[in-house]
């Protein structure tokens, strides 16, 4: 597994209906997706980066709990809090330069996350929260390419 050619990453993801939407062997995939994201200095990478076009990602970090725990979010959306405002946020992404290209993008700061994750052999469970700050950006940058939505569509290159 490697990190395809950017050219591909604005196709639109489908939505996971099951494991094997994700992988016939999820824990390879995922571990597979850390071990890319981690060796290039990544945060969180999502399954259209490796041309896997499913609804899904794994970020280096648990957002609900604040840990540095590898976590999956499967079918994620968000919504703006009412009291969000748009703030610019410096992001990088794997995909370009290896995350060494740098830009300025408008996020919200408070978002209401929306989530699935696996309970059992093959039983969705949904999760709510609120995230702010980092953890808002990580959300909405990694919803953004499942959405085919590239960094450089979003923002504006500075470095």
Not at 50 to 71: A, E, H, M, W, Y
Request: charged share 25%; glycine share 6%; hydrophobic share 35%.
């Amino acid at each position: 597994m490697e990190l395809i050619e950017i050219e591909k990453l604005s196709e639109k993801s489908e939505e996971v209906i099951n494991i094997e939407d994700i992988s016939n062997s999820k824990n390879s995939t995922l571990n597979d997706m850390i071990k890319i994201c981690r060796i290039n200095n990544g945060i969180a990478i999502a399954a259209p980066q490796v041309g896997i076009f499913k609804r899904f990602f794994v970020s280096l970090i648990d957002l609900l709990n604040r840990t540095s725990n590898p976590t999956l979010y499967i079918n994620p959306s968000y919504t703006k809090i009412d009291n969000s405002k748009k703030v610019l946020s410096t992001e990088g992404c794997i995909s370009y330069n290896n995350g060494k290209d740098k830009y300025l993008v408008e996020r919200y700061n408070i978002i209401q996350a929306e989530w699935y994750y696996f309970i059992g052999d093959n039983k969705l469970e949904r999760m709510t929260t609120t995230l702010d700050g980092d953890l808002a950006v990580i959300f909405q940058h990694e919803t953004d390419h499942l959405n085919g939505i590239t960094i450089p569509n979003k923002g504006t290159y500075i470095a």
